[in-house]
T-cell receptor
């Protein structure tokens, strides 16, 4: 399957621990996005990259959150000192800019539970 | 981005057409209407998009009113696998604004 893949699919951690999620986008896609989704809500934009450059960050992305895309391929989203309010599904999406319809391809998400 | 309004939930009988409405009265001239859906425990999936003409693909049809203030997504023959939350999103296409703003969407339940 050559879609967007995310790892791990599920993560349970204790409050105060650090967690890291990985996203592998579709190989030819140069844009990569992170979204967060809590129960009963639609996905909320966190940040996006074009190649390795992080071009926009939402105010939802507090200083405990950091995202990287070091070589313009896979990306990581790290949450430091997790809080119970960080419990959510973290979704990654990718797209190709030029000649694109604006369609985003989403992965299946990484579900975080903070105890 | 323009805001959209959708019903919270809808029901449809299997095999019948599902018509999902969306209001976007503040849409501007360069904004497209996008539809995504999210099946339980999966990531959102693109369905279709349009500017002002009606569009059809293998998944659905999109009907946009002439004044572009509302649209309807049509699933012609709904199946149980179409049970999902459907999101109507208004967004500029191209340029730097590929960021999608999701609302709460419409939960479509297809009943046997």
């Amino acid at each position: 399957d050559t879609g967007v893949s995310q790892d791990p699919r599920h993560k349970i951690t204790k409050r105060g621990q650090n967690v890291t999620f990985r996203c592998d986008p579709i190989s030819e896609h140069n844009r990569l996005y992170w979204y967060r989704q809590t129960l009963g809500q639609g996905p909320e934009f966190l940040t996006y990259f074009q190649n390795e450059a992080q071009l926009e960050k939402s105010r939802l992305l507090s200083d405990r959150f950091s995202a990287e895309r070091p070589k313009g391929s896979f990306s990581t989203l790290e949450i430091q000192r997790t809080e119970q309010g960080d419990s959510a599904m973290y979704l990654c999406a990718s797209s190709y800019v030029r000649g694109n319809t604006g369609e985003l391809f989403f992965g299946e998400g990484s579900r975080l539970t903070v105890l | 981005d323009a805001k959209t309004t959708q019903p919270t939930s809808m029901d449809c009988a299997e095999g019948r057409a599902a018509n999902l409405p969306c209001n976007h009265s503040t849409i501007s001239g360069n904004e497209y209407v996008y539809w995504y859906r999210q099946i339980h425990s999966q990531g959102p999936q693109y369905i279709i998009h349009g500017l002002k003409n009606n569009e059809t693909n293998e998944m659905a049809s999109l009907i946009i009113t002439e004044d572009r203030k509302s649209s309807t997504l049509i699933l012609p023959h709904a199946t149980l696998r179409d049970t999902a939350v459907y999101y109507c999103i208004v967004n500029q296409r191209g340029g730097s604004n590929y960021k999608l703003t999701f609302g709460k969407g419409t939960l479509l339940t297809v009943n046997p």
